[in-house]
């Protein structure tokens, strides 16, 4: 059973590097964002798990940065299952087989993670991709967690938005076992786990759900701190936490990521903000 559920993803991955290759070149953004989300879609149910949404506040119309907590790297099709946007990711990514590839051809935006120097260029891309009216996801915690507890967020690239004046909206994955409604660690993508094992982790799980919570958009305020835009957004990605799993482990308040504290109010390394 495990051998055919692999295969029917193998397959549906081919599907989707071969509509990339062929379609998408002939297709607008609007028939881009119908195939992505269709695919993604069906990748979920291939993995034994069905989306729920609740969807506080609207995406604004004209760019936007979506603040999401990190599980696993199927929270990326979770996303895009709702809504196809686009994602940062590490520069290694690039250069993987196949998923590279089919990365590129989404749009995804590449950061170096190695190099001081691509947070300057990275922070200018995303601040002209925001005014372009891109909806752009980044997961400011740096890293996966099993799900029950929630990182200080990363600051460094939230310049863009402070920059720009457009807002962030947090995003809160959680997932859930489909009979019980309780909290499983299936999915989560941590440690020294490779992306095999976790496809088999997930495959072998009873069905699950992921629940998508969107918050409302939040637009900084004139003169505010990238920092600041980031502990609001934390705290109202940990609240939408809490409320799935009142035990999950929050940062202390007023918390953000350490390589922020170290930077300052220099535009800083994002190296550490990025993790996929």
């Known amino acids: 059973?495990?051998?055919?559920k692999k295969l029917r993803l193998g397959l549906h991955l081919a599907r989707g590097l071969l509509t990339a290759l062929v379609l998408f070149p002939f297709l607008s953004e609007a028939g881009r964002h119908r195939r992505i989300r269709a695919w993604s879609q069906k990748l979920l149910r291939l993995c034994g798990m069905q989306l729920e949404v609740e969807q506080r506040g609207p995406l604004p119309e004209s760019g936007v940065m979506l603040l999401c907590n990190h599980v696993s790297w199927i929270d990326i099709f979770a996303i895009n299952a709702w809504q196809p946007v686009r994602f940062v990711a590490k520069a290694e990514i690039r250069h993987w087989p196949l998923v590279g590839w089919l990365c590129v051809?989404?749009?995804t935006i590449f950061l170096q993670r190695e190099r001081r120097a691509d947070a300057r260029r990275i922070m200018h891309y995303l601040s002209e991709c925001l005014r372009d009216g891109?909806?752009?996801?980044?997961?400011?915690?740096?890293?996966?967690?099993?799900?029950?507890?929630?990182?200080?967020?990363?600051?460094?690239?939230?310049?863009?938005?402070?920059?720009?004046?457009?807002?962030?909206?947090?995003?809160?994955?959680?997932?859930?076992?489909?009979?019980?409604?309780?909290?499983?660690?299936?999915?989560?993508?941590?440690?020294?786990?490779?992306?095999?094992?976790?496809?088999?982790?997930?495959?072998?799980?009873?069905?699950?759900?992921?629940?998508?919570?969107?918050?409302?958009?939040?637009?900084?305020?004139?003169?505010?701190h990238r920092r600041d835009v980031a502990l609001a957004a934390q705290k109202a990605v940990g609240e939408?936490?809490?409320?799935?799993?009142?035990?999950?482990?929050?940062?202390?308040?007023?918390?953000?990521?350490?390589?922020?504290?170290?930077?300052?109010?220099?535009?800083?390394?994002?190296?550490?903000?990025v993790q996929v």
């Open 105 to 107: 051809q989404t749009r």
């Open 134 to 224: 891109d909806i752009i996801t980044v997961f400011p915690e740096g890293t996966t967690t099993d799900g029950r507890s929630l990182l200080p967020f990363h600051a460094n690239l939230l310049q863009a938005p402070v920059s720009t004046g457009k807002p962030v909206q947090p995003l809160c994955l959680f997932y859930t076992d489909a009979a019980s409604g309780r909290h499983t660690m299936a999915p989560a993508y941590i440690g020294e786990m490779t992306l095999i094992e976790s496809i088999d982790m997930i495959l072998r799980a009873p069905p699950m759900t992921v629940r998508l919570a969107v918050g409302e958009p939040q637009y900084p305020q004139d003169g505010q």
């Open 240 to 273: 939408q936490l809490q409320g799935y799993l009142p035990e999950a482990v929050l940062p202390q308040s007023g918390s953000v990521g350490s390589r922020e504290a170290a930077v300052g109010d220099e535009e800083g390394d994002a190296t550490q903000a």
């Open 1 to 4: 059973m495990l051998l055919i």
